[in-house]
């Protein structure tokens, strides 16, 4: 379920993601049109329609900061970063995240970011915070 607080909730069912060389990340992420290869058109139009979701909220983030965006370090892919986070805290793992996402300059660029970089801590702490909590 995609969250914002006080905008909007959405659920997104039985998205796929990936684990493998000690990294997760959302399959398909890694192509600029963000189709996932070797799934039936279905399956792949909801894992495109996720992505893109993703893109679209960095990109809203993006344009609400302004400037300022461009003072948090991986301001580029900030949502990417946190879905993937959420499913290590659902799967209660601790890998490396792999997101892709286009440059200012047009180019498509795949980063991996260490399981103890601040950005992914920053993002499992949100997800977290953000669980009902139970009595």
Known sequence: MAVRQGLFSTVFANV??????????????????????????????????????LREQTHE???????????????????????????????DVCLNLGVGYQTESGAYELVGIHKD???VVQARLAVLNDEPQHP
Request: proline share 3%; aromatic share 12%.
């Open 61 to 91: 983030d993006i344009r609400a900061l302004g400037m300022l965006a461009k003072v948090f370090r991986g301001h580029e892919y900030g949502c990417e970063v946190a879905a993937t986070a959420a499913y290590l805290v659902a799967r």
């Open 16 to 53: 796929l993601f990936v684990e493998s060389s000690d990294t997760a990340y959302v399959f398909g992420i890694e192509t600029p049109d963000a189709r996932a290869g070797g799934l039936p058109a279905d399956v792949a139009d909801q894992q495109q329609r996720f992505i893109q979701f």
């Open 117 to 119: 970089d601040d950005l």
